[in-house]
């Protein structure tokens, strides 16, 4: 046993370092050293506002949830890994006996934990344990900063398997934050033929460009509805996605 550096949200804006303990990690476990974590919009909201939606915090409570790590320890029976060994973090906990996990579903898990919620710690910490079958293996050229983005990214990748978008395929996106601009950068490599991009913000309008938008509008400046009908012949696109999740866009999607 040892202790670790933890960052704790106790209340609205206020954070603290602490001294924690960490256990050794037990069987089936992998002890980490958090090299890297990004920091979700939800993580935001916690932090600014002290709730996600109608989700209200229970303080002391520890964020993080898009984390990358270096193993330090591994526990008994656990193969494949050893100290040293780069990867990403699954933050979920899925009791792989229901009949979601079974399915494969493991996403809607009728016993999932989350750790970056009010019962589970999240990664915002220097070590802790987790099961080793939350890591999952860099490939070469990924980096531990760049693998932050494989939680972000296997959202965008859920939501393309459910849409399946075909070569030829217009296509909108509505937000470019994170998310959204995930999704222009898969859309792209998948092939579509046109994407639209709608966000109020410019910078995230120049980037989404740069990412492989092909036009990105301004929703305060235009009935952005109105314009890619126009665009398109009067017959809209066979995909939005909505990346903003507010009214308007389900609306305008």
């Given at each position: 046993m040892s202790t670790t550096a933890v960052a704790e949200l106790t209340g609205i804006r206020q954070f603290s370092v602490l001294e924690r303990r960490?256990?050794?990690?037990?069987?089936?476990?992998?002890?980490?050293?958090?090299?890297?974590?990004?920091?979700?919009?939800?993580?935001?909201?916690?932090?600014?506002?002290?709730?996600?939606?109608?989700?209200t915090c229970k303080y002391p409570m520890v964020l993080g949830h898009e984390p990358s790590g270096v193993v330090v320890r591994v526990g008994a029976g656990v193969t494949g890994w050893a100290p040293g060994d780069e990867a990403a973090l699954e933050p979920a906990m899925y009791c792989y006996h229901c009949e979601f996990c079974t399915s494969g579903h493991h996403n809607v898990c009728s016993n999932i934990r989350f750790m970056s919620s009010t019962e589970d710690a999240g990664f915002f910490r220097e070590r802790l344990n987790v099961p080793a079958r939350n890591l999952l293996p860099l490939s070469r050229g990924i980096g531990l900063r760049e693998a932050t983005l494989i939680e972000p990214m296997a959202i965008v990748l859920h939501s393309l398997k459910f849409v399946a978008p075909q070569l030829g395929d217009k296509v909108v996106v509505f937000g470019a934050g994170p998310i959204g601009l995930l999704t222009v950068v898969a859309l792209r490599l998948a092939g579509v033929a046109r994407i639209f991009t709608v966000e109020p913000v410019a910078h995230r309008r120049e980037m989404a460009l740069a990412l492989g938008a092909d036009a990105a509008m301004d929703p305060s400046n235009a009935d952005v509805a109105h314009e890619i009908r126009g665009e398109t012949g009067g017959r809209g696109v066979d995909v939005a996605y909505d990346c903003a999740a507010k009214g308007e866009t389900t609306n305008q999607a």
């Open positions: 960490v256990e050794d990690p037990g069987p089936g476990e992998v002890q980490v050293r958090v090299a890297a974590v990004g920091v979700c919009g939800s993580d935001l909201h916690s932090y600014s506002e002290g709730s996600v939606g109608d989700q």
